[in-house]
Structure formats: structure tokens, C-alpha cells
């Protein structure tokens, strides 16, 4: 458990999102999994936040408690609050009932997911989706298609061709891409993607992420974007939230996590990513192997691959000790990691002239 | 391109699926993927290839057909001399196809399914060494698998082999499959995609294992990816080559410092521009693609197949299919551009702004 005066959010930023004492457990047969661990963030309005981390690492589940939509038989408990825009009444979105979630999802809060060749129903053409989703919350079909072959077209898809197509009648691209449309057929305030781009080409990946940021400008969006794929994110996230063991290490600006990381995790998953220009030579693994979910590790749970461990992170569990501007990091030795773990990919970008 | 000393030898390959199934085949035309087309390429001793590109450009298939796992449609592949085919079909060949089936080895992407699921690792790694060597015995047997588990950190093996797959992560399950395809000694491993099922953190720590294994048994790999960060990374480590493909050909091969640091044709540049790097500014969010999407592999563009996407097209690009133009490196690529005296030049742009 974090303690610190993490739980104030900043009053300076328009807070879409409040996460507090987020929690999500699966009783298994082994004991029970906890899955996220008193996870506490903001989103920002208007914001894309990158959420960064191993499978695994508790990242999937933190975004689909935004909508309380955990799978069964997981429990999720905590506090999520979302304020809707213009100052309206604040929602606790775990204690919404059946209907105001429906209402809720989609409506407020649409979701993309992984493997977008499975979210289409194969039947059923891609128009019949977008009149469906329209009908079932009770909105104009005839301007919600019009709207449908804007989005489209803004994701370089021909409309009527997509819409009279059969979802196998589509590569995963564009059935990728008529997802996202889907998703913001009902004018969303936030588009939360859990790896959309995961099981595309590195072309389509890239210019997927180009077209999301025209979408956000054009719609308004709040986006929270959830991917291993840390260059791609860097691209498109204007704050990262990295998680480690089921729980967040590290939350700051894009610029500020990769010039200054001060989690040793961090700075680690930043050595361990290959990239074109990263030296060969200094790329590194990180050691040892993931946690457990039903195994609590006392302590520092980064502290078992750790290089810089020693016997005080095995006693308490580090707070989030705040760096400024918004940049805070779970760890003891923030101070010395810069030190301890040099990236070298950063320093031969910034001799090259090509740094800050 | 040819290589000294070369194992294996792909002239002028071609893979074409027709597709006969369905009633739709009796409407309509039947419909031909040129999943691989007139492919040549050579494999040396201790060589490494990667192969890059877009899902369905072929590069798997290309992979299979290298290590005689495919029948091309047209073309040959040798391996140490002898066409693999011919070894098939004839009673007499100089080098058997069972050998030569030994020899080139394949690790698949996901290292969950290539195990089976109902047998310890121990069983796993004893088959394979039993069919292929049936005079060792089992005591010798059970030395070299664990002396090889240990080499790749599998350790104690004494434990892990009595392990079931489920009881091992992705990174373990990985290197048990790679284990399997080095306990035959193997000239050439095809590793398809074989580290893309791994979380990042882990897939610079298997390649490096991969290219130390290389120097302890001799082996080439050819390593699929479509990950052009980790291509590099495993060709630039291990002084290889890179062959980008498109639409069932090699469109740019050659040396990776020059294919990534100059590349040539305007498919690799897109691929380098669609690939991030973590420490570099703003780069630009233009496309340098006009179409985002492949074209239809039934009916490839005229001409360049890449021209309807290619941000340099001119119209000579529509009508004639440039062939490969190569320099003194080695450094190939199938792109009118490479050549600064063709006609190219002086062809009108087809490329609105």
C-alpha cells in the first residue's frame, strides 16, 4: 500500500478519471490472485495516456475496471470516478447499475480491444453493426451513418464498400480500423485501446497511430492507450503510466519518463527495447521472471530483479515519492537510478545533437 | 546474390496457390496467389538472413520453401549440391532426404503449440533425438539434453525436464524448442517469428542466445520477423543480411547497415519510418505511403507492384517491372531509383499532392 499525498489530484488539470485504491481479485484454486494492487491515477481530459507494462503486469485489467467491465469471476473494488464533461455530476462508475452502464459504456466511454477480428460478429455485415449500436442506445440511425462514413473516411476506408462488407471480407487492418469507427459512433468522451495494433503490420501499426491523433483532435477525445509496444507509444501518449506487478511504478510526461526515469524498471524496460538506433552492444534483458499474481512479495516488488535492492526494499514497500511536474516513481533511491542505470540509448541520441 | 561457400541454394523460386475449392470456383475465375515469385537467394555457413515484411508478403512461405518444408511451384532449391526435391522423388540420391530434412531445422512462433501438451519436456527432447540418432543410448541421450538446457539457462535441468510445458513460461517454452531443433546439429534454422510471442523485456536476452548458439554449432538462421527493430537488431549483431519482402519478392537485400542506414526502395523507407525509435524527436507523421493498404495478392498492380503505394511513382513505374539493381556491396533493390541514368527520370509523376 502506497501512503503518501498521492490521493490529491491536481487541481490544476481537468480530471476526466480518478482512480483510488483500485483493486481487482480472482479467487483460483492456488489461493487468491490479485490482479491489480491499490492502483491509484488520474486521467486528464482531452489527454492520451500510454499505459506501458509486461503481459501480465495488471495493465488490461486497470483499463477495463475504468468501465467496470471485469470479467466474471473477478471482484473489482475501489473507487472510479468519472466527471462528465461541461461540470456535470460526478459518476462512481463501480456502483452503477446494469442499465446506467450500458448507458455508460460506449456512450462515455467506448473500448477497443485486442484482436479485432473477434469483436465483429461474422454474420453480420459492418453496417448492421453500426445500426445496431445506434438503435440499442436510442439514437438518430440516419446522422449516426452519416457520421459512420465521416469516421471512415477519416481512416482512409471507403465507406460504402466497408459498411456493405462481411467482417472475413476485410483485412485486419481495416477491420481494425472500422472497430475504432464503431467505437466513436456515439461521440465517446473516451476511447479506451487495449494493444489495438498489437496483431497488425508495423505499417499499418504506425499510420494507425498517426490517424489517432487527427481522430483525437477532430472528436475531442480522451484516449488511454494500453500496449507493450513502447516506441509505438512514445509516438502517440503525451503521459505513460508503467505498471510492474500488477500495480503502477511510474506515471509522468512522455519526455520526462524517457530522458529521467527514476524507476529502475523503467530505465530497464527502456534498455531491454529494441529499436534502430539503440547500440547493440548495450542492449540488455531484464533478469529474472515476472511475479506471481497470488504470491505478495513483501516489500518492493521489483525488488527480486532489482539491481539496486537491498535489505530496507525488502521492509516496506516504497510510497510514490513525487519528482515534480506531475512525474512520481515507487522507489526508494529515485535519487540515484539515473546513476545506478545508465541508458545508453539516450546518451548516444543526446551526443549525436538529437536529445533535449 | 550468391554467397561463398554456400549450404543452401534458392534459384529463381516460385510458390503459387491456386485456389480450386468451393462452388464459388464455378463462377468464377480461379484465382492464383504468387505467394512467392522468382526468388533467388543463397545461405552460407554460418550465415544469417533475415526476412522482413508485411503479413502475407510471403516471407513464410519463402521461409518453408528454403528449408524443404515447401514444394516450389518453379525453381530449385540445393542443399550442399543436391536439389531437395529431386532427393525426394529419387531412389538414389547423393544426399538422402532424410538428412537433409535433419539438417534444416524450424522453430515456430508459438512455442506453446510446438510442444505437446500431454508429455513432459524430457519426452519431447528424447523423440526427436531417437528417430534421428537411434544408435545413441538412452543414458547418452539424456546427457546431451540436459548438457544443452543448461547451456541455455534451463537450469536444474534434472527439474526441468520432468516439467510439463504448461509448467513453463513463454521465454522457457522458447528455449526448450530451440533446444529440440539444436539436439539434431542442424546447418540452418528457420526461426519464424520465434521471438514475437515474447514479452519485450525478454526477446533481446533470446536472440543473443540464439546468435551464441550459432557460433557453438555452426548453424545459419534464417529469422523471420516483421519487426524491423528486432530484424536489425539480429542481423546487425551477427554481421548478416536483411531481404525486404513485397508481394511475394525481395524488393531491397543486402548488408544491414546499408539497408537500414541507406535504403534504397521506398517500401523499406516506409518500413523504416513505420518503425519508432524511442530517443529521436517529432518525426514526421505524414504517411510516405499513398495507399495504406496491401493490394489484393490475386491481382498484383502492373508494372512495380508497389507503385499504387509508392509516394515516387512515375508512370514508368505502371507499365514496366524494374528489375534489381545492385552495387558493388551487395546492396540490391528492386527500385527504378537505384539506376541514375534510367528512363525513370524522365517519366511524368503519377503522385498528386
Known amino acids: 500500500?502506497?501512503?503518501?499525498?498521492?490521493?490529491?489530484?491536481?487541481?490544476?488539470?481537468?480530471?476526466?478519471?480518478?482512480?483510488?485504491?483500485?483493486?481487482?481479485?480472482?479467487?483460483?484454486?492456488?489461493?487468491?490472485?490479485?490482479?491489480?494492487?491499490?492502483?491509484?491515477?488520474?486521467?486528464?481530459?482531452?489527454?492520451?495516456?500510454?499505459?506501458?507494462?509486461?503481459?501480465?503486469?495488471?495493465?488490461?485489467?486497470?483499463?477495463?475496471?475504468?468501465?467496470?467491465?471485469?470479467?466474471?469471476?473477478?471482484?473489482?473494488?475501489g473507487e472510479v470516478t468519472y466527471y462528465p464533461p461541461g461540470g456535470g455530476e460526478p459518476i462512481s462508475v463501480l456502483d452503477l447499475d446494469e442499465e446506467e452502464l450500458r448507458k455508460?459504456?460506449?456512450?462515455?466511454?467506448?473500448?477497443?480491444?485486442?484482436?479485432?477480428?473477434?469483436?465483429?460478429?461474422?454474420?453480420?455485415?459492418?453496417?448492421?453493426?453500426?445500426?445496431?449500436?445506434?438503435?440499442?442506445?436510442?439514437?438518430?440511425?440516419?446522422?449516426?451513418?452519416?457520421?459512420?462514413?465521416?469516421?471512415?473516411?477519416?481512416?482512409?476506408?471507403?465507406?460504402?464498400?466497408?459498411?456493405?462488407?462481411?467482417?472475413?471480407?476485410?483485412?485486419?487492418?481495416?477491420?481494425?480500423?472500422?472497430?475504432?469507427?464503431?467505437?466513436?459512433?456515439?461521440?465517446?468522451?473516451?476511447?479506451?485501446?487495449?494493444?489495438?495494433?498489437?496483431?497488425?503490420?508495423?505499417?499499418?501499426?504506425?499510420?494507425?497511430?498517426?490517424?489517432?491523433?487527427?481522430?483525437?483532435?477532430?472528436?475531442?477525445?480522451?484516449?488511454?492507450?494500453?500496449?507493450?509496444?513502447?516506441?509505438?507509444?512514445?509516438?502517440?501518449?503525451?503521459?505513460?503510466?508503467?505498471?510492474?506487478?500488477?500495480?503502477?511504478?511510474?506515471?509522468?510526461?512522455?519526455?520526462?519518463l524517457l530522458y529521467d526515469a527514476a524507476h529502475p524498471y523503467t530505465r530497464s524496460l527502456l534498455n531491454a527495447t529494441p529499436d534502430l538506433n539503440a547500440p547493440i552492444e548495450e542492449m540488455q534483458s531484464i533478469s529474472?521472471?515476472?511475479?506471481?499474481?497470488?504470491?505478495?512479495?513483501?516489500?518492493?516488488?521489483?525488488?527480486?530483479?532489482?539491481?539496486?535492492?537491498?535489505?530496507?526494499?525488502?521492509?516496506?514497500?516504497?510510497?510514490?515519492?513525487?519528482?515534480?511536474?506531475?512525474?512520481?516513481?515507487?522507489?526508494?533511491?529515485?535519487?540515484?537510478?539515473?546513476?545506478?542505470?545508465?541508458?545508453?540509448?539516450?546518451?548516444?541520441?543526446?551526443?549525436?545533437?538529437?536529445?533535449? | 546474390m550468391s554467397v561463398d561457400n554456400s549450404i543452401l541454394s534458392v534459384d529463381d523460386v516460385s510458390v503459387h496457390f491456386t485456389d480450386s475449392s468451393g462452388f464459388l470456383g464455378l463462377f468464377g475465375e480461379r484465382q492464383t496467389v504468387r505467394a512467392v515469385d522468382g526468388i533467388s537467394l543463397d545461405i552460407g555457413e554460418n550465415d544469417v538472413v533475415t526476412l522482413i515484411g508485411e503479413s502475407g508478403c510471403g516471407k513464410s512461405t519463402l521461409g518453408k520453401t528454403i528449408i524443404g518444408a515447401q514444394e516450389p511451384t518453379h525453381g530449385s532449391v540445393t542443399f550442399r549440391g543436391q536439389d531437395i526435391w529431386e532427393a525426394k522423388n529419387n531412389r538414389n540420391p547423393d544426399i538422402p532426404f532424410s538428412e537433409i530434412r535433419r539438417s534444416l531445422q524450424i522453430i515456430h512462433q508459438d512455442p506453446g503449440s510446438a510442444l505437446n501438451p500431454n508429455q513432459r519436456i524430457l519426452t519431447s527432447l528424447m523423440l526427436p533425438l531417437k528417430k534421428w540418432n537411434p544408435s545413441l543410448g538412452e543414458e547418452e541421450r539424456r546427457k546431451r539434453i540436459y548438457a544443452l538446457l543448461e547451456r541455455v539457462g534451463l537450469t536444474p535441468a534434472e527439474d526441468f525436464v520432468e516439467r510439463f510445458p504448461h509448467q513453463l513460461s513463454g521465454g522457457e517454452k522458447q528455449r526448450v524448442v530451440l533446444v529440440r531443433s539444436l539436439l539434431l546439429n542442424p546447418d540452418v534454422i528457420l526461426a519464424d517469428e520465434a521471438i514475437s510471442a515474447l514479452d519485450v523485456s525478454l526477446r533481446v536476452e533470446m536472440m543473443d542466445l540464439m546468435l551464441e548458439l550459432q557460433d557453438l554449432f555452426n548453424t545459419s538462421y534464417v529469422f523471420i520477423s516483421h519487426d524491423l527493430s528486432n530484424a536489425r537488431y539480429i542481423a546487425e549483431k551477427s554481421g548478416g543480411r536483411i531481404a525486404v519482402m513485397y508481394l511475394g519478392r525481395i524488393v531491397e537485400v543486402g548488408p544491414i547497415e546499408q539497408v537500414i542506414g541507406d535504403p534504397q526502395h521506398p517500401y523499406t523507407q516506409a518500413l523504416k519510418w513505420a518503425t519508432p525509435n524511442l530517443y529521436e524527436g517529432?518525426?514526421?507523421?505524414?504517411?510516405?505511403?499513398?495507399?495504406?493498404?496491401?493490394?489484393?495478392?490475386?491481382?498484383?498492380?502492373?508494372?512495380?507492384?508497389?507503385?499504387?503505394?509508392?509516394?515516387?511513382?512515375?508512370?514508368?513505374?505502371?507499365?514496366?517491372?524494374?528489375?534489381?539493381?545492385?552495387?558493388?556491396?551487395?546492396?540490391?533493390?528492386?527500385?527504378?531509383?537505384?539506376?541514375d541514368t534510367h528512363e525513370y527520370w524522365d517519366s511524368p509523376s503519377i503522385v498528386d499532392d
Open chain 1, 1 to 77: 500500500m502506497r501512503t503518501s499525498n498521492q490521493n490529491d489530484s491536481d487541481p490544476d488539470q481537468d480530471v476526466v478519471f480518478e482512480v483510488r485504491d483500485l483493486e481487482v481479485t480472482f479467487g483460483t484454486n492456488r489461493g487468491e490472485s490479485r490482479v491489480v494492487r491499490n492502483v491509484d491515477f488520474d486521467i486528464y481530459r482531452n489527454e492520451t495516456l500510454g499505459m506501458v507494462g509486461e503481459s501480465g503486469s495488471g495493465k488490461s485489467m486497470t483499463s477495463s475496471a475504468l468501465m467496470n467491465a471485469v470479467v466474471s469471476p473477478g471482484e473489482t473494488s
Open chain 1, 104 to 256: 455508460f459504456r460506449w456512450g462515455e466511454v467506448a473500448m477497443v480491444f485486442q484482436g479485432a477480428m473477434s469483436s465483429f460478429n461474422p454474420v453480420k455485415k459492418v453496417r448492421g453493426h453500426f445500426k445496431e449500436t445506434l438503435e440499442d442506445h436510442n439514437r438518430d440511425v440516419e446522422a449516426g451513418l452519416e457520421r459512420a462514413h465521416q469516421i471512415l473516411g477519416d481512416l482512409y476506408l471507403d465507406p460504402d464498400r466497408v459498411l456493405d462488407s462481411y467482417p472475413y471480407e476485410l483485412s485486419g487492418g481495416m477491420k481494425q480500423r472500422a472497430l475504432v469507427a464503431l467505437a466513436l459512433i456515439l461521440e465517446p468522451e473516451v476511447l479506451v485501446m487495449d494493444e489495438p495494433t498489437a496483431a497488425l503490420d508495423l505499417l499499418m501499426q504506425r499510420s494507425i497511430v498517426s490517424l489517432l491523433k487527427d481522430l483525437k483532435e477532430e472528436y475531442d477525445l480522451t484516449i488511454i492507450f494500453i500496449t507493450h509496444d513502447l516506441p509505438l507509444l512514445t509516438k502517440l501518449a503525451d503521459r505513460l503510466v508503467v505498471m510492474y506487478a500488477f500495480d503502477i511504478v511510474e506515471v509522468g510526461s512522455t519526455e520526462e
Open chain 1, 288 to 356: 529474472g521472471s515476472k511475479p506471481d499474481p497470488v504470491t505478495n512479495i513483501p516489500g518492493c516488488s521489483y525488488r527480486p530483479r532489482c539491481p539496486m535492492a537491498d535489505e530496507s526494499c525488502a521492509e516496506a514497500e516504497p510510497p510514490m515519492a513525487d519528482r515534480g511536474n506531475g512525474h512520481r516513481t515507487a522507489c526508494f533511491y529515485h535519487d540515484d537510478v539515473a546513476d545506478e542505470i545508465p541508458i545508453p540509448a539516450m546518451e548516444a541520441a543526446e551526443e549525436g545533437g538529437e536529445g533535449e
Open chain 2, 282 to 339: 517529432d518525426e514526421d507523421d505524414d504517411l510516405p505511403i499513398r495507399k495504406i493498404d496491401i493490394p489484393d495478392p490475386t491481382n498484383r498492380p502492373s508494372g512495380c507492384h508497389f507503385h499504387p503505394r509508392c509516394p515516387k511513382a512515375r508512370e514508368v513505374c505502371e507499365t514496366n517491372d524494374p528489375g534489381a539493381f545492385e552495387d558493388e556491396n551487395g546492396h540490391a533493390a528492386r527500385c527504378f531509383r537505384a539506376d
